[in-house]
Nanobody
Framework: QVQLVESGGGLVQAGDSLRLSCAASGGTFSSVAMGWFRQAPGKEREFVAT????????YYVDSVKGRFTISRDNAKNTVYLHMSSLKSEDTAVYYCAASRRATIAMQFFWYDYWGQGTQVTVSS
């Protein structure tokens, strides 16, 4: 059983940067694919970014390409989401997720474990 705890969210202004962290415990972190998803008020949860076991493959939703970077440190059991040039439309609760069944995945149904989420609010 893998437990995930996100941190780093907050209130920032448009154009600012923020780094989210997701600490994993209770399992072999290096063997799981990791992803970040977000859910804005009144909207469905959407895929943001994913990274494979080794950290050498990543995918992003088009709306964040060039602004967000996902990375992982397997020695620290932590995955990060570096967000820059933030926009008001990035406002959402951000969730990290872990998948034991996929090497890398953009669809939520591949993910077995989810964190509780961290709020990111971008004021314009």
């Amino acid at each position: 059983q893998v437990q995930l705890v996100e941190s780093g969210g907050g209130l920032v202004q448009a154009g600012d940067s923020l780094r989210l962290s997701c600490a994993a415990s209770g399992g072999t972190f290096s063997s799981v694919a990791m992803g970040w998803f977000r859910q804005a008020p009144g909207k469905e949860r959407e895929f943001v970014a994913t990274i494979n076991w080794h950290g050498d493959r990543t995918y992003y939703v088009d709306s964040v390409k060039g602004r967000f970077t996902i990375s992982r440190d397997n020695a620290k059991n932590t995955v990060y989401l570096h967000m820059s040039s933030l926009k008001s439309e990035d406002t959402a609760v951000y969730y990290c997720a872990a998948s034991r069944r996929a090497t890398i995945a953009m669809q939520f149904f591949w993910y077995d474990y989810w964190g509780q989420g961290t709020q990111v609010t971008v004021s314009s």
